[in-house]
């Protein structure tokens, strides 16, 4: 045994009215609607979000996210939850329509309206509750229903009860999504999060700067004029617990997290520039051993060497028994004694899933100082760290403080929700984790406001809160710069801070 570690084989009557909107939205997805002015209730046959009638059970983590969400893009939001904690708390952060009784209840689903709701999403605690209430909204006539379930048993294909007997139209596995994009993640180059816009043209890439970094200390404006032949753009900075969409004149600093876009054609020569490695990661250290890690150990296993930290013995026998690919430790990997003895120094990634926000967080503020110390044994590349994050408000300070890449579960969940509701309204949507800001892809329409003069010229009320990364034209995808004018009916990728998507769509629609 080396340092701790061991190896281990009825409805209330009271509806309650609401009329503030939050100030501030959390992490996640706008996915923008082309609609007329906001009296229009329908755009060639499909309703708008004013005229949308949304029905959310639970106001836990996934559900007051959702809610906030689509009341700030304009639904009618309807909510049932048993809590009345939570609807107290709600009742301050939402302008919706908030009913304190049971999911289940026939007839708070009738005092809800459900047999108006165009859409009803389950997201209690329970997934019994949610699949059940799924049915029962079946047969009020809801045409589509969305369920979170954390079991993987239900909804496939080939299991007993899949989506069709249950009237689901679409099942989420928040713990399957974060484990899926963090195997996602592992298996980029370098262990940095890249992701594609614009069906692969256009990639963007997070980054740390170092004291080093041949961008450090320099404003934006100089670093474009001396990499002219090959243009990219600084989309979004993360410093410190805030996200910036920066403009010419802002400049770089050590640990600033960047979020850099450029043509796919272009982004080796740009990792090259950052610093960055290409190399593929081999070795992978998790934390915790819950639904998250253990189906993360499973699913990389089969290709990568993975070593798994659990607190817990009897638990951490358990998992040794059935991750065959995995190493299973027991120990606390909050102690940095532990961690050197499971051999943290020859991981390239660490990954911190336990259920606790201040472990996930601190774990790897101590994993990225032992991995990337220069009193260490160095092995001439810098380790990553990727954190599970259950509080929103954690994310961008998580990002800051140690971790490389912070995900949440909800909003993981939240935005394939989202995606599901505005399917089809899309070019491309792209979420840039760990940052309070995303990427949407979006058509300019004619007299659009966007159309009338060349980016530079743009009202100032736009600096800091919309940046215009990427333009399609005939020659395809270019990097956007001040003397770009963008024409009607042009595909461009839209990079916003998260409070600002009706400023977007001001910019872009008629």
């Known amino acids: 045994m080396m340092a701790g570690l061991s190896s281990a084989p009825a409805c209330a009557e009271e509806t309650v009215e609401t ?10 997805i706008y996915l923008l609607t082309y609609h007329q002015p906001e009296t229009a209730k329908f755009m060639n046959g499909k309703k708008t979000a004013e005229s949308t009638n949304i029905l959310i059970l639970g106001l836990g983590g996934v559900g007051f996210y959702l809610a906030k969400r689509l009341v700030h893009e304009g639904y009618a939001i309807t909510a049932i939850e048993a809590d ?23 007839e ?3 005092e809800a309206g459900a047999r108006k709701m ?3 999403i ?7 509750v949610n699949m059940l209430a799924c049915l029962i909204a079946d047969r009020f006539g809801i045409p589509r229903k969305i369920a979170r379930v954390r079991s993987t048993e239900f909804g496939e294909k080939d299991s007993i009860l ?19 994009e963090i195997f996602r993640l592992i298996k980029l180059r370098a262990g940095n999060d890249i992701i594609d816009v614009a069906g692969g043209q256009i990639q963007v890439m997070a980054t740390r700067i170092h004291e080093k970094s041949p961008l450090a200390y320099r404003k934006l404006k100089d670093i474009s004029k001396e990499y002219r032949d090959f243009p990219f753009r600084i989309v979004a900075l993360a410093r410190g617990i805030t996200t910036l969409i920066p403009g010419g004149e802002q400049e770089l600093l050590p640990q600033d997290q960047a979020f850099f876009m450029a043509s796919s054609e272009n982004l080796p020569r740009l990792m090259g520039m950052t610093g960055v490695e290409q190399q593929k990661r081999h070795r992978v250290m998790i934390l915790g051993g819950g639904l998250v890690g253990r189906r993360l150990a499973e699913l990389l296993g089969k290709s990568v060497e993975v070593r798994l930290i659990e607190k817990d013995e009897r638990f951490a026998q358990e998992l040794s028994f059935e991750l065959t690919n995995t190493e299973v430790l027991h120990g ?42 220069p009193n260490g044994e160095s092995r001439g590349r810098q380790g990553k760290c990727i954190a599970l994050v259950n509080k929103e408000d954690y994310l961008v300070l998580a990002a800051t403080m140690g971790s490389d890449i912070a995900l949440n579960k909800k909003i993981l969940a939240g935005n394939e929700i989202l995606k599901f509701i505005r399917r089809g309204e899309l070019l491309s949507v792209a979420h840039l984790h760990g940052f309070d800001a995303e990427v949407v892809e979006i058509v300019a329409a004619p007299n659009s406001p966007i159309t009338r003069k060349p980016l530079s010229k743009l009202d100032s009320y736009y600096y800091g809160k919309i940046l215009i990364g990427g333009i399609y034209r005939e020659d395809g995808w270019q990097v956007a710069v001040g003397d770009t004018h963008i024409q009607s009916e042009e595909r461009v990728i839209v990079v916003c801070s998260s409070p600002h998507l009706k400023d977007v769509q001001k910019l872009f629609l008629a």
């Open 332 to 373: 606390d990997g909050s102690d940095s004694d532990v961690l050197l003895s499971a051999g943290l120094l020859d991981m390239d990634t660490f990954i911190t899933a336990t259920g606790e926000n201040e472990t996930n967080i601190m774990s790897c503020v101590l994993a990225k100082h032992l991995m990337n110390s």
């Open 108 to 110: 708070c689903l009738r």
């Open 118 to 120: 165009d859409y009803l």
């Open 19 to 28: 009329a503030a909107i939050a100030a501030r939205l959390p992490i996640g």
């Open 162 to 180: 899949n989506t069709q007997d249950l009237k689901i139209d679409l099942i989420i596995h928040p713990e399957e999504l974060a484990a899926q």
């Open 84 to 106: 009345g904690g939570m609807i107290r708390h709600a009742d301050g952060s939402l302008d919706a329509r908030l009913i304190q009784g049971n999911a289940m209840s026939i």
């Open 122 to 128: 389950a997201v209690t605690n329970n997934d019994a």
